[in-house]
């Protein structure tokens, strides 16, 4: 076998000159014959030296080295050490068992795809190949390789001269790895949250496993967070905290995180808790975010209704006393509006007493629900709407352009109250007086906005009721007013009603 080694390496390294036709070797022997001798011995000198430096290098690679014929059998001419040892053969055993011949050695549901991608490439004309393929080495154990080679087309045959490199390794972890992915799928598919990758510089996001689905987005969506706002993704009043949450990311922020109410697919929105981490290159910027979102609709809807137990009117399910305070006092500690004026209105229902005592408790109770059934519909839902008293409603409007507009909707109010309620067969005719006063002009704390707005109530009741009043200056000074019975500010009471 040792002879036969010698011989597949004289083919491989002689292999230029193998398949030179009959008028060139004829040539070379010419030369040679006429060359001086001296000169014929220092060329064979060179010729061996070169021979014996390439075996090395050869022999020495960190790879298997390998010329097959391009035969049906990938017929082995020369291998080097590292190619038997990768193969799992030794010479000797590879001729008397296999004849040479490779494709005995390729798993058997391999050997098609390696014989197809090695005829496509020859017949396309190119230089080379490259395939991977599992081998079976002789003590049955599978490994894999990495096949990169060149077609060296001579005038006769066509030869095979390879590198082959083992991959098992890398073919192990890349297993594990799409089996953890494939795990990591499943137990996302199994759980609320949704996951996405996000793209600092090109602001593209890629939605992971059922993300897109759920929110019916495109896998892969441009200019994020923009287009989400765009598009209603994000509903109006979550905007603020989603785009400061993106702001946070891009400026480098090792996390940011929010809670928004987001649209599904199937339009309807849904509270979700957002959270971003970055990612960061070997410059310390941050290159990449993977976002996950929580699912926390439930949550916060068991929160909303035990916040809606604790500041909602019972009888007419508007906001309560304190919950109405709170609320005006948070909007006025954030300043004026930026244009026109916010406004306070106290809505007062006249004669209530009469109605309770002609009619009693029970229908006085309807009057009050079906009062604020009236109320409600006229005013936005950023506006506050509470219940303060017994038969006292407060309003506050948001963003009014003129004081004309304060007027003309509490105008409004008087006109629905007029409209006659009937309970059980009962009719009764009921109205109510307003006073309004405006923020910041007549008042730039709750207090004393307060304060206007019952002037002007007062103003509106001794002016022979079912009418509306905005406060004035010269309706009075603050010395001089008295709070009426079950006004949000609690002052000794009097009987006017």
Same mark, same amino acid.
């Given at each position: ?6 011989? #597949?390496?004289?083919?491989?390294? +002689? ?43 050869? /022999? ?30 030794? &010479? ?5 068992? *296999?004849?040479?011949?490779?494709? !005995? ?13 090695? +005829? ?13 393929? $599992? ?47 494939? $795990?990591?799928? @499943?137990?996302? =598919?199994?759980?609320?949250?949704? %996951?996405?990758?996000?793209?600092? /510089?090109? $602001?593209?996001?890629? *939605? ?18 923009? /287009? ?36 599904? =697919?199937? #339009? $309807? ?13 070997? +410059? ?42 709170? !609320? ?11 244009? #026109? ?5 106290? @809505?007062? @229902? ?13 229908? #006085? ?11 409600? &519909? ?6 506050? @709407?509470?219940? %303060? ?22 105008? *409004? ?85």
């Amino acid at each position: 076998m040792e002879g036969a080694d010698c011989m #597949g390496n004289k083919n491989f390294l +002689q292999g230029v000159s193998k398949d030179i036709g009959p008028l060139d070797n004829a040539d070379v022997a010419k030369d040679l014959k006429t060359m001086p001798r001296g000169k014929l011995e220092m060329l064979a000198d060179t010729l061996s030296k070169d021979n014996l430096l390439l075996s090395s290098i050869i /022999s020495n690679l960190p790879a298997g080295i390998c010329e097959a014929a391009y035969d049906d059998f990938f017929t082995l001419l020369y291998g080097n050490d590292l190619f038997f040892q990768l193969y799992g053969y030794t &010479p000797e055993q590879l001729i008397a068992e *296999h004849q040479n011949r490779i494709d !005995r050695i390729i798993l058997p549901e391999d050997l098609p795809v390696v014989q197809k991608s090695v +005829q496509k490439a020859f017949d396309a004309g190119e230089n080379g190949f490259e395939v991977e393929h $599992r081998i079976v080495r002789r003590s049955g154990e599978v490994v894999w390789a990495l096949i990169k080679g060149n077609f060296f087309r001579g005038l006769v045959n066509t030869t095979l001269h390879c590198v082959c490199v083992d991959i098992t390794q890398r073919k192990q972890m890349e297993q594990e790895l799409k089996i953890n992915e494939e $795990r990591f799928r @499943i137990a996302m =598919a199994q759980m609320d949250n949704t %996951i996405f990758d996000y793209n600092i /510089s090109t $602001r593209m996001m890629i *939605h992971a496993y059922k993300s897109a689905e759920v929110y019916g987005l495109p896998k892969e969506l441009e200019n994020v967070p923009d /287009s989400l706002v765009e598009n209603g993704t994000i509903h109006p009043g979550s905007v603020s905290v989603f785009l400061e949450m993106y702001r946070k990311i891009r400026a480098g922020a090792p996390r940011a995180s929010c809670v928004v109410q987001t649209r599904l =697919a199937a #339009g $309807r929105y849904v509270w979700r808790k957002i959270t971003l981490t970055n990612i960061y290159d070997a +410059q310390g910027s941050a290159v990449r975010a993977i976002g996950i979102l929580e699912d926390i609709d439930e949550q916060k809807r068991r929160e909303e209704l035990l916040r809606n137990q604790i500041e909602r009117d019972t009888l007419t399910g508007l906001f309560n006393k304190g919950a109405t305070e709170e !609320r005006i006092r948070s909007i006025m500690g954030g300043g004026p509006p930026q244009a #026109g004026c916010d406004a306070l209105l106290i @809505i007062d @229902i006249d004669n209530f007493k009469g109605i309770n005592d002609r009619y009693g408790h029970l229908y #006085g109770d309807k009057v009050l629900a079906e009062s604020a059934r009236r109320i409600a &519909p006229l005013f936005y839902p950023e506006d506050i @709407i509470g219940r %303060i008293g017994g038969d006292e409603f407060a309003v506050f409007l948001r963003q009014i352009p003129a004081r004309e507009t304060i007027r003309k909707k509490a105008e *409004h109010i008087c006109r629905v109250f007029s409209e006659e309620f009937n309970y059980n067969g009962i009719i009764a005719s009921i109205s109510c007086s307003v006073g309004t006063a405006a923020f910041p002009d007549d008042g730039t704390t709750f207090e004393t906005l307060y304060q206007k707005a019952d002037i002007a109530l007062y103003e509106a009741k001794h002016s022979g009721k079912n009418r509306c009043c905005t406060y004035r200056e010269e309706m009075g000074l603050e010395m001089q007013w008295q709070p009426r019975g079950n006004t949000i500010i609690d002052k000794p009471e009097s009987s006017e009603d």
